[in-house]
Structure formats: C-alpha cells, structure tokens
C-alpha cells in the first residue's frame, strides 16, 4: 500500500498568516497518462471531509483562492496564504493512483 | 445540488451484520463509481471500497474483503455496503462518496455511525 505521511501533525495559527502542509506518498503519484492523483481534503469540527485540490493543483468548485497545492512525484504541499477563523479543521492528503486509495493521518489546524 | 444520505448504523454485536444505506440526489447517479469511506472515533479516514457505474466492478481494501459487498441499484439512486462478521475495528462513521475523475471524491454524505460492541 502507498504510504501518504503528513507534517505537521497539527499546526495553530495566527489569523492573516500562512500556513503550510506538507505530504510524503511511499510512491510516485504520478500516472503514466502524466497526471499526477494527489487530493486535498478538509474536515471542519462536526462535518463530513470536503474536497480543496484534486490533482495536485486544481482549486474544486467554490474554494477560496487563498488555498494553493503543488508539488510533484512524491512531495506535496498544501498552503493556506492568509489562515482566516473559518479553516479550522483536520487536512488531509489522498492518493488515488494505486489501490487501496490512502490517507495521511491528517493535520489538525487551529487558530491561535 | 448534490446530496448523500446514508442510513443504517446501529449497534451490532461482533459477529453481526448490517446493511448500510446512501441515498442519493442532485445528479446522474448511474454514470459514476461511488465509494464508502469510514472514519473511527477520533481517527483518520480509510478508504473501504468503490463500485462501478453499473455494479460490475467493485474494489475492496484488504481489511474488509470476504466480509463486506458493496452494490448499488440504479433505478433506486442508492448506494448500499452490506458489511458481515462485524469485528470491534469495523467501528467507525460510515461516508458515502461521489467518484468523479480518476477516483477523487467530491461530495460526501454526512456519515452513519456503525458501533460493534457486546
């Protein structure tokens, strides 16, 4: 199974500054068809996950821009360009490109 | 809009069996795969198992193979995970997802809560 590795674990942070994420995957995530399927998933307390980033890059529908993926193979990084109240919650990565699909264990965003 | 409902979670004793239920509305749900996603108390996710647009192929992970089915039924927009021989671990909400692309999930149900405790 591919491993996906998350750090930090949890991270808490100043509303207006950035915050960073990062995902280690055991193995490329990138497909012969030269796409590459890392998402980005948020948890906020009491809701189900919700889609940020498909495919490394791609904002889903009606995410802020202040959200950005990027990164290639095996490294990932989500970033938050100016944390507001609101994106509290667990982040996490998910790889599709090999089954079973897998997680990392999540990173837990609080505000100070 | 689209919208999952799932239904069905209880509290089973190990051994039992429970048939999970996703309701579905809002879009074509004959033309995608659908997966069911579990989340124990105060864990991460995992993945459980995906089906395809007409139910001819399903993928499990390991943990769950032999004991879980996943079908769906087109004409009802319902998505169902018939999980057999509970086991304590199986402990967790149960999410319904929409597939789209290469796998990902982009809209999720609110989860039903399956306990597996004497």
Known sequence: DIVMTQTPLSLSVTPGQPASISCKSSQSLLHSDGKTYLYWYVQKPGQPPQLLIYEVSNRFSGVPDRFSGSGSGTDFTLRISRVEAEDVGVYYCMQTIQLPYTFGQGTKLEIK | EVQLVESGGDLVQPG???????????????????????????????????????????????????????????????????????????????????????????????????????
Not at chain 2, 29 to 43: D, L, N, Y
């Open chain 2, 16 to 118: 039992g069996s429970l048939r999970l239920s996703c309701a579905a509305a809002g879009f074509t749900f004959s033309t995608h795969w659908m997966s069911w996603v579990r989340q124990a108390p105060g864990k991460g996710l995992e993945w459980v198992a995906n089906i395809k647009h007409d139910g001819s192929g399903v993928h499990f992970v390991d943990s769950v193979k032999g004991r879980f089915t996943i079908s769906r039924d087109n004409a009802k927009n319902s998505l169902y995970l018939q999980m057999n021989s509970l086991r304590a671990e199986d402990t967790a909400v149960y999410y319904c997802a929409r597939v789209v692309g290469w796998f990902h999930l982009d809209y999720w149900g609110q989860g039903t809560l399956v306990t597996v405790s004497s």
